[in-house]
C-alpha cells in the first residue's frame, strides 16, 4: 500500500496524518473526538484519500479499541503497534526531541511505514471476554490481599500472640473467633458455638479456652473501638472478595471450555491459571511459531555483550505481557511439585549449577511452548509427546534451547 496513517491514541481525542510511501504528508496532522460523531469524520477523510490506506496505531491502554472497531468495520487494515517500535523509531529519526500528540502521529505513520507491519487481527470475542475477566479477578485478588495485610497488622497490634492459634488467620474457624474479637463480646459459651459451627465440630469448648487463654494474657494495646470497628470491615472485605472471585471464576470455567480447554491438562497449570494464560495468548494462530509467542511474554533471551565482556547467563527481556509471564513463572513453580518433565528438565539445570530462578524461567517458556501447541492442536498434554529436550545444543543457554 502506498498511503500510511498514524494515528496516536488518548483518551479524549485521537490524532492522525497520512503519508505516502516516501514519508511525504499526505493529510495534516488533526485533532478527532473519541465519541461516534469523531471516529466517524476519521473514516471519512480517509475515505477522502481513495481509501487504500494502511492505518497504525499505538497500544494505549483500553482507549485504542473503539477507534480500532471503527476503522475495522470502515475496512481499513489496523497495525496495533507496540509502543517500544515507535519508542525506537522516535529515537532514530529526525524529528527532535519534540513530543507532541501532533509529533507523535507522524512516528507511529513513520514506524508502520519503515517496519511493513502486518494487520492485527480482531479480537476473539471469546478470548476478549476472558483476558478481562482474568485482569479483574486479579484486581480483586489483590484487593483482597491488601485487606487481609492491615488486618494482620491490626491484630500484631492487639493480639501479637494470635499466629499461634490457627495455621491460616483468614480460615474458616479463626474468621469466626476475628468475628467476635470485632464485636467486643468474646464470651466463652457464644465463642465455643462459634468455632463449632465454622470447624464443624472439630472445634469447640477446648479450642474456645484456649482462645480466650491467649487472648487474656496477650501483651498487645488494649483494642479501642476504631480498632475493631476496623477490623470487622476488613473482615467484610475479606468475604466480598472471597464471593466476587467464586463468581468470577465460575464464569471464566465456562470461557475456558470454549477458548482452550485441554490446558488444565498440563502438569502445574490449575484452572485458574489457565484461564490466565488463555486469555493473554487469545487466538494462539496468529503467532507463526511458539518463538513469537515466547517474545509476546517477554521470556526471550536477551544478550549483553561488550568487548571483553561476555557474560555466560542471559536475562529475559521483559518487553512483552507482563500478565502473561506471571502467569506463566507461577505454573512453572507449581509444575516443580509434580512428577513430570517440567521438574526432570528444572533438576537436570541446577545440576548444571544454574540459579533457581534462571531455571523456573527456562521451565516458563517451555511450558509456554507446550501451551502454544496444545491451543493449536486441541490436544491433550501427552507426557511422550511434548517431552523436553534431554540436551541444548552446544553452546546455546537453556532458555535459548527450549
Not at 472471585?245 to 485458574?272: F, H, K, M, Q, Y
Request: glycine share 8%; hydrophobic share 40%.
Amino acid at each position: 500500500m502506498g498511503k500510511f496513517a498514524g494515528i496516536d491514541i488518548a483518551k479524549r481525542e485521537h490524532w492522525m496524518c497520512v503519508t505516502d510511501g516516501e514519508g511525504r504528508l499526505l493529510m495534516e496532522p488533526r485533532a478527532y473526538a473519541n465519541d461516534s460523531e469523531g471516529l466517524s469524520r476519521m473514516v471519512g477523510d480517509l475515505d477522502l484519500l481513495g481509501g487504500d490506506v494502511a492505518v497504525g496505531m499505538e497500544s494505549t491502554g483500553c482507549y485504542w479499541r473503539s477507534c480500532f472497531r471503527a476503522l475495522a468495520e470502515g475496512g481499513y487494515p489496523v497495525a496495533v503497534i507496540n509502543p517500544v517500535r515507535t519508542c525506537a523509531e522516535r529515537k532514530s529519526g529526525n524529528l527532535g526531541r519534540a513530543k507532541t500528540d501532533r509529533v507523535d502521529c507522524l512516528v507511529v505513520a513513520d514506524t508502520l511505514r519503515k517496519q511493513g507491519l502486518a494487520p492485527t487481527a480482531a479480537p476473539d470475542a471469546g478470548a476478549a471476554q476472558l483476558r478481562d475477566l482474568c485482569r479483574f479477578r486479579r484486581t480483586v485478588s489483590e484487593s483482597m490481599a491488601r485487606a487481609k495485610i492491615q488486618a494482620v497488622a491490626l491484630l500484631d497490634q492487639v493480639w501479637p500472640e494470635y499466629g499461634r492459634l490457627f495455621s491460616d488467620k483468614f480460615g474458616g474457624s479463626s474468621r469466626a473467633v476475628l468475628r467476635r474479637l470485632a464485636s467486643g463480646d468474646m464470651d466463652s459459651d457464644v465463642l465455643a458455638d462459634d468455632l463449632r459451627g465454622a470447624s464443624r465440630s472439630r472445634f469447640g469448648a477446648a479450642k474456645a479456652g484456649e482462645v480466650l487463654a491467649s487472648f487474656r494474657s496477650t501483651c498487645g494495646v488494649p483494642a479501642t473501638a476504631s480498632q475493631l470497628m476496623q477490623l470487622r470491615l476488613l473482615l467484610d472485605q475479606v468475604d466480598f472478595a472471597e464471593s466476587q472471585l467464586s463468581e468470577i471464576d465460575a464464569e471464566a470455567d465456562a470461557l475456558l471450555d470454549a477458548v482452550a480447554p485441554t490446558l488444565p491438562t498440563v502438569p502445574g497449570i490449575g484452572r485458574a491459571t489457565a484461564a490466565q494464560i488463555a486469555a493473554e495468548v487469545g487466538d494462539a494462530s496468529r503467532f507463526r511459531d511458539a518463538k513469537a509467542l515466547v517474545a509476546y511474554a517477554g521470556l526471550d533471551p536477551t544478550r549483553r555483550q561488550s568487548g571483553g565482556f561476555d557474560p555466560d547467563r542471559n536475562r529475559i527481556s521483559k518487553r512483552g505481557s507482563a500478565h502473561l509471564r506471571r502467569s506463566l513463572y507461577i505454573a512453572a513453580q507449581a509444575s516443580l511439585r509434580a512428577d513430570c518433565e517440567f521438574r526432570d528438565f528444572y533438576d537436570r539445570l541446577r545440576s548444571r549449577g544454574y540459579s533457581h530462578r534462571y531455571a523456573v524461567c527456562a521451565v516458563a517458556r517451555k511450558m509456554l511452548c507446550v501451551c502454544w501447541a496444545l491451543m493449536r492442536s486441541g490436544e491433550e498434554y501427552s507426557r511422550d509427546r511434548h517431552r523436553a529436550k534431554e540436551k541444548a545444543p552446544e553452546g546455546a543457554s537453556p532458555v535459548e534451547a527450549v
